[in-house]
């Protein structure tokens, strides 16, 4: 059995799934202050009367990241920045704990100037008068080159609570965005660590002895335990989750498609190309941090079930704001399941109390409840339809990544719909009309979330910069830079890659059965000197493909 759960801002949803499909499901309200009050009623639900022992993985997936940067909830960060030459300072400044501190590592890993150590105990000292507890260091090629960081962390490490390193965050390339990771990483560590040891505490009470992991931005997984020196990979968790649970029940089709989560509070709008959900390839943006935090494309639009309704200065205002539930459910305003609910279109909640909530609407635009009930629902199904519109065009205007490939020239012409969350059914048929699409609402929509974290595979990138000339090795994300045996040719930095991704991938949780990898990127070039060449400078990314654990295929959940 397969225990899935998705913790979200609101409600946390959860089943239970074995050979047979979903076994059972639940939903419960979220307590983000002790999380573990909401996973003590989920395993009250889905675990009474089942043998622990049939238990195989639990996968959570989490809001808890992305909340925290959205809403400024994190730590102060002292940066140390080893920037060298080139891009101005005020280009990768993030705020005024940013120092830039002397020494270099050039783009093929030579140390070109050191660093200096009265320099970094001057700023530690500083950190320690302000109060810092956490600090990142990063260096412009430290991928190609991590002893600057390294010596740096040993020399402050004492004095702090956590340390994060920028060439732990990922092997690819661009300075101004491995700065804001390394930023976010630390910024959210210790709210992330105290939800990681309370979620690994809850299990071992409870019994549990199987792996715990948790969802990545990239539609992937990692072990818990991993996770906590990573925290920035769980961004976006919660859009991820939602993509992998429609890809796990719909039917296995190539056609472009759009897929709504629509919640209490924002939906989330992903798109597929052909069949294949979209991928941020360089990375995500948090809040205006441009990350290299490989993510499932999805984007969040402040409008759901819950949002606040107002009318003001002749306009009918829908979101971003969320104030509480639905007057139906005892919320201070209308919202548009208020509307819905005065509309028939569902049945939950208390009737009265939501047309009395819509008349106070009414009054003002001077129309009957019917209308304005009538107005919020078009109003609110239309912001939907104007932001689906926006990222076709926006991603029309780029190239089209996947989780498999580049697209070259693709043009998404998107020919169905799917839609999940709890408003999915009452707002499917207005919408499809809307974006001219046939509507797929899939089995167990309103737990999606919940079955996409509990079949997604592990997956893991590695990023190998093979230089025959020095005669070295780097490893980026392992921190690793060893020497090179004679006659390093590309194929042999393939094998060696396969070889540690395959030890990486497995030491972050993956089955053997799920490690499906491949190379996503490879380059090969002559290093010449006084017109001779004398060695090569090679390039190889891998990475262990996102996708759905063994024994569960595209549309397998019905």
């Known amino acids: 059995m397969i225990l899935g759960i998705d913790v979200g801002g609101t409600h946390t949803d959860a089943v239970l799934i074995d050979s047979n499909g979903i076994k059972k499901t639940a939903k419960v309200t979220t307590h983000p202050e002790r999380v573990v009050d909401s996973l003590s009623e989920i395993a009250a639900e889905l675990l009474k009367g089942e043998s622990l022992e049939k238990l195989q993985r639990i996968v959570l997936s989490t809001t808890l990241s992305t909340n925290a940067i959205v809403q400024d909830k994190v730590a102060p960060v002292g940066l140390m920045v080893i920037s060298g030459p080139g891009l101005p300072p005020s280009y990768i400044e993030l705020g005024k704990n940013t120092n830039f501190l002397s020494g270099y590592v050039n783009h093929r890993g030579i140390e070109t100037a050191p660093i200096d150590p009265a320099e970094v105990n001057r700023v530690s000292k500083d950190f320690q008068h302000k109060g810092l507890k956490h600090a990142g260091i990063i260096g412009k090629f430290s991928t190609r080159n991590p002893n600057q960081e390294l010596q740096i962390e040993k020399m402050i490490r004492t004095d702090l609570n956590h340390v994060s390193l920028g060439h732990r965050m990922s092997g690819h390339l661009n300075f101004p965005r491995r700065v804001a990771t390394t930023y976010l990483n630390e910024a959210i560590w210790d709210l992330y660590f105290s939800f990681a040891q309370q979620v690994i505490a809850f299990f071992r009470n409870l019994g549990a002895s199987v792996p715990v992991y ?48 629509i919640g209490g509070t924002t939906t989330d709008i992903a798109i597929f190309a052909e069949g294949v959900p979209l991928l941020e390839a360089f990375g995500v943006t948090m809040e205006g941090h441009k990350t290299l935090i490989r993510g499932l494309r999805s984007k969040p639009v402040g409008i759901g079930g819950d949002s606040k309704v107002r009318f003001e200065d002749g306009h009918l205002s829908i979101g971003p704001q969320r104030e509480g539930p639905a007057a139906a459910f005892d919320g201070p305003y209308p919202t548009p399941t208020d509307a819905m609910i005065v509309l028939g279109l569902t049945d939950i909640g208390n009737r009265s109390k939501a047309e009395t909530a819509i008349q106070s609407i009414a009054q003002i635009m001077g129309c009957t409840v019917k209308e304005a009930a009538e107005n919020i629902f078009e109003e609110a199904c239309q912001i939907i ?112 890659g396969r070889k540690l991704l395959r030890e990486r991938a497995i030491r972050l949780g993956a089955q053997e059965e799920d490690l499906e990898i491949e190379v996503i990127e490879d380059q090969e070039f002559n290093m010449v000197r006084d017109f001779y060449t004398t060695g090569k400078n090679i390039r190889v990314k891998l990475q262990v493909k996102p996708g759905l654990i063994a024994g569960f295929n595209t549309g397998a959940i019905s």
């Open 385 to 496: 339809a104007r932001n689906v519109r926006s990222i076709i065009e926006e991603i029309n205007n780029k190239p089209v990544y996947t989780i498999h490939e580049i697209l070259e020239g693709k043009k998404l012409s998107p020919k169905i719909l799917y839609i999940i969350g709890g408003p999915a059914k009452p707002m499917s048929a207005r919408l499809g009309q809307l974006l001219e699409c046939p509507v797929y609402i899939p089995p167990h929509y309103e737990v999606a979330n919940a079955i996409g974290a509990a079949l997604a595979r592990t997956t893991a990138e590695l990023t190998i910069l093979a230089d025959t000339e020095r005669g070295t090795m780097t490893v980026g994300e392992e921190g690793i830079q060893e020497k090179l045996p004679p006659r390093f040719t590309k194929n042999d930095t393939i094998e060696t």
């Open 214 to 261: 948790i969802l990545k931005a990239d539609g992937g997984t990692f072990e818990i335990e991993q996770s906590i020196e990573f925290p920035v990979h769980t961004i976006l968790s919660g859009p991820a989750a939602s993509i992998m649970g429609i890809l796990s029940m719909t039917p296995n089709n190539k056609d472009d498609a759009i897929a709504l989560d």
